[in-house]
């Protein structure tokens, strides 16, 4: 798989890492060719399965996609699995069930820093390889974490495109995925530190919660603007929320006067940029995140790394990366879509 290494509009200065993936359905089978089960611990058993925060989430999806190939490629097999809803507790049944099969490796985005904790380390225990990506465990939960992007970078490029499309001043909000995502709470308040610090004159009226619904999130769209009549934008740093947020903009009064931005995939938001709801937003690539995060757990299955940091590895097209601090795990530099280059990504 070669990925396009267009950086068409990087964020300035900012060190970030991502992926993207694509699914569209759930792929709870074994991938090529195999029964998702293996030797507990073997250096040879390259069984990754995938545990999203939910299925049917084209964020994920799209990083599932990304997975699936480089297992593929590793000459492995690929499993994805995971809740209907994004819930702390949701994920454990499929930690058991995978720690039972005798995985290889579990890749996961994590709905709670610590409610899925015990399951993971008796995963590890059994000799399951456990790998976070997009959203972390508490460190001592897992073996790497890969980041799809530095906090303080993806904090400061949301407020910066907010601060620009309003101005400099005003009201804004944030609509988020749930209230224990870790990364996203991280980068909230990661962006209220930065918003005293260099906007005084913007104020963040209200954080709310669309829990990475589609609907859920649309109705807290209009709740936010029917509460805060002096609302000029609001952040959606979650690609569920953003689109739901966009389509209710777009047919609304509020259209061109309340700006969104956040994060989102090109292919959710295109129709949003080109009818003018939205100027910009921005986010990493889903397919690398998923496709370097099935690459790191075979480096570990392989002990190629033990996730100490310094420890070195490849990932096939995306090159050789180093294990950080803490066994963290940068992708890349993330975009700012807008109308000028929005056309040049299908994802």
Known sequence: MKFARKRVTAFAAVAVA???????????????????????GGSDNLAITFLPKNLGNPYFDTSSKGGKTAVE?????????????VTPD????????????????LVVSANDPK???????EA????VKVVTFDSDTNPDCRDLFINQADSEGIAKVQVDLIAEQIGGAGEIAVLSASANATNQNAWIALMEEYLASDYPDITL??????????????????????????????????TVGIAAAARYLSTSDYKGTVALTGLGTPNQMREYVEDGTVTAFALWNPEELGYLSAYAAAALIQGDITGAEGDTFEAGDLGEYTVGADGTVLLGDPFEFNADNIGDFDF
Do not use: M, W
Not at 91 to 104: D, E, H, K, P, R
């Open 18 to 40: 991502a992926a993207l993936v694509l699914t569209g359905c759930a792929d709870t089978g074994t991938g090529s060719g195999g029964d998702g089960g293996g030797a507990e």
């Open 73 to 85: 490629e590793l000459g492995g097999t690929f499993a994805e699995v995971g809740p209907a809803e």
């Open 90 to 105: 949701a994920q454990v049944s499929y930690i058991n069930t995978a720690t039972q099969q005798g995985v290889g490796a």
């Open 205 to 238: 009226v209200e954080t709310v919660y669309g829990d990475d619904d589609d609907q859920t999130s649309f109705d807290k769209t209009a709740a936010l603007l029917q509460t805060h009549p002096n609302l000029k934008g609001i952040i959606s740093p979650t």
């Open 115 to 121: 409610a899925i904790c015990d399951a993971l380390n």
């Open 124 to 127: 590890r225990d059994a000799g």
